[in-house]
């Protein structure tokens, strides 16, 4: 009897647990993305601030990053309509660093 209670238990946590998953995602219209910064800003931040917070965040060193970006444009890398060329770059390098999923580039 007891291991039935507790699969009755079990299954009604799980179902309560879907239920505000569900409600959570339709209903809970919080903003996700709320930096003060754009990502060309926060770019613009890391440039110009300490060497090895860009190490950090992109893996290599500002000038090998100027140099890399150079050589990219030289080949067809260009600002889109919304992006800099720039700005693309930093977006590759750092899912290239950090390994996080896309959806975690959003931030």
Not at 4 to 26: E, T
Not at 33 to 46: A, C, F, M, V, Y
Request: charged share 20%; net charge positive; aromatic share 8%.
């Amino acid at each position: 009897m007891k291991k039935k209670q507790a699969a009755v238990i079990a299954i009604a946590l799980a179902a309560a647990s879907i239920d505000q998953h569900h409600y959570a995602a339709c209903y809970d219209k919080t903003p996700k993305n709320t930096s003060k910064l754009t990502g060309q800003q926060w770019l613009n931040e890391l440039l110009a601030g300490h060497p090895r917070r860009f190490y950090d965040a992109m893996g290599m060193n500002k000038h090998v990053f100027q140099a890399l970006l150079r050589e990219l444009i030289k080949h067809g890398l260009h600002n889109t309509r919304h992006v800099s060329a720039k700005e693309q770059l930093r977006i590759f390098l750092y899912l290239a660093v950090t390994g996080l999923p896309q959806r975690h580039l959003e931030e």
